[in-house]
């Protein structure tokens, strides 16, 4: 049970900051996922929380106590690795009561422990195997048994999934979720794939370049984004921009945001502005159509499955709702409507 | 899954292994099977004949007092040149280890001491202690320690251990740095955030993924003590003082070519060869047990 507080907090490798002064308060049982492109700093963000990178500047507290200071095994929090990091020359048993058996806890609480952490991520049958003998779903699960019997103040999660293949991804994005949940702990979830982090997050930060761009719940950040690398980093295809020379009713040096969603296809001269269909790929449930802007600019529209795609080379207007196009000024900040 | 080739006669294979089984056999299967041979004879003071004496040689040896003390010689050299040699290799490895500066020239200067021929390296560090004009030695004396490993048997003792250990430490530490480098450094992160400080998680996590790279230096490690460090002894002590330091193979050339007793001496090297195989297998058989892969 912990509260956990990020104060303008800066990191600097040699003479290079890469953490640019990050704030956020994280309440009790929250899950936060932090979500940026491979070096925007996220994984080291984390790695300052853990205690496994020094902090140049600002305050990292727990339950209200910097703990800047202070050992990663003073912090009382527990990591899962990407590459799991499990001790290879040990058991599955012996893997998750390493940090009992240093804590000096009693024989009979480890194995207590042990064997219910074991339940509830049905690694029973393998608490004997050594690490190698094992799939890397089942050693993802050591690996968050070997974080559950600790029973941290917080989790944190660096890129656990990325190397699973994508249905075992899915299928243990749930059980996170899931557990962290039951357990109530409060959670820091580092990755690069924006799926998850809607899917997983309370509240999300989103980084670039060391800077957290936004800071909000999933459905906010998607609806709202803060500038123009949020609103085409998060949502998948990524929202589409058009300029003033695609559509002069802009303001100059402004672009506009719209989701390919919101994007519908009618006659040429009907719509917002006209195009030229490109390419579809249909994906069952729904089609991307990718067309081309009269400036050569692309854009994606999202349709039904059922709908006939248009052939390539079609010539075609496009309509979107007022509500859903966002206006973003030359420094890539959103310009609020109205 | 084995990657096998598969021959179709005999003639190309055969082909194939010569080189190797031709260097075996000049350099290695004819002088030990000569060795065996010799050691079951007794020539003559100008060796023109030999005479037969079949396990003579041997059953002498066995009973002689300093052939006796040269095992338990060789044994105690032996023992502290593995265990010095891998301790401070291994010591200075984990200090480099955790370098992030300048760790490159902390290697590369480690390393040279193995670039200097075993010969050498004992009439180094015979200058430095050496009685009369020895540097350390001298220092010593100021501190009031009387410094004479000419007549002192165990200072002898200490001085061809360091010296054989030195530049041995070189080559331990090499094996030892990149054993360190091997093991993730998120394992060791785990084990920091599971609890474990610096010599919990030495002793639990490092010790064990070391142990393959500890086991193959051990081997290799007394094989050295047992065999090449001949050099470092002859130009120090010359074995001395009385047989203070004549570890087997000291005594295997002493006997021979100094005491021109070939037959001894043949008995001597096949004695050596018997009690390395044997070392080797009871390494393998049970040390090995404890070695995690």
Known sequence: MATVTLDNLRKTFGKTEIIHGVDIDITDGEFIVIVGPSGCGKSTLLRMVAGLET???????????????KEPMDRNIAMVFQNYALYPHMSVFDNMAYGLKIAGKPKAEIAARVADAARL????????????????????????????????????????????????????????????????????????????AMTLADRMIVMNAGVAEQIGAPMEVYEN????????????????????????????????????????????????????????????????????LGDGEQVTARIGGKTVPPAEGTELGLAWPDDHAMLFGPDGKRIPPG | MEKRVTFKGWFL???????????????????????????MFIPDPFGLKSQFVGLGNFEYLLGNSYYRASFVTTAIFSTLVTVVSMGVALYLALLADRLIKGSGTYRTLLIWPYAVAPAIAGVLWL??????????????????????????GTEAMGLVVVASSWGRISYNFLFFLAGLQAIPKSVIEAAAIDGAHFWTRFRTIVWPLLSP?????????????????????????????????????????????????????????????????????????????????
């Open chain 1, 121 to 196: 991520l049905q690694l029973e049958p393998y608490l004997q195997r050594k690490p190698r003998e094992l799939s890397g779903g089942q050693r993802q699960r050591v690996a968050m048994g070997r974080a559950i019997v600790r029973e941290p103040d917080v989790f944190l999660f660096d890129e656990p999934l990325s190397n699973l293949d994508a249905k075992l991804r899915v299928q243990m994005r749930l059980e996170i979720r899931q557990l962290q949940r039951k357990l109530g702990i409060t959670a820091l979830y580092v990755t690069h794939d924006q799926v998850e």
């Open chain 2, 213 to 293: 790279t500890t086991f193959f230096l051990l081997v290799v490690n007394i094989v050295y003590a047992f065999f090449e460090t001949f050099g470092v002894i002859h130009t120090i002590t010359a074995g001395g003082p009385q047989q203070a330091t004549t570890i087997l193979v000291y005594k295997v050339f002493s006997d021979g070519f100094v005491g021109q007793d070939l037959g001894s001496s043949a008995a001597q090297s096949v004695i050596l060869l018997i009690v390395v195989s044997a070392l080797t297998i009871v390494q393998f058989k049970f040390v090995e047990r404890r070695v995690h892969y």
């Open chain 1, 225 to 292: 984004p803060a500038t123009t690398f949020v609103a085409g980093f998060i949502g998948s295809p990524p929202m589409n921009f058009l300029s003033d020379s695609a559509l002069p009713a802009l303001p100059p040096t402004t672009r506009l945001g719209i989701r390919p969603e919101h994007v519908t296809l009618t006659a040429p001269g009907r719509g917002r502005a006209d195009a030229t269909a490109l390419y579809s790929e249909a994906l069952g449930a729904e089609t991307l159509v990718h067309l081309r």
């Open chain 2, 127 to 152: 200058f430095m202690f050496n009685t009369r004009v020895g540097v350390v030695a001298w220092y010593l004396g100021v501190l009031g320690y009387d410094w004479n490993h000419v007549l002192n």
């Open chain 2, 13 to 39: 294979p055969l082909l194939l292994v010569l080189p190797q089984a031709i260097v075996s056999a000049v350099f290695f299967f004819y002088p030990a099977g000569q060795a065996v041979w010799q050691s």
């Open chain 1, 55 to 69: 902090v140049t500047s600002g305050e990292v507290r727990i339950n209200g106590a910097r703990v800047n200071e």
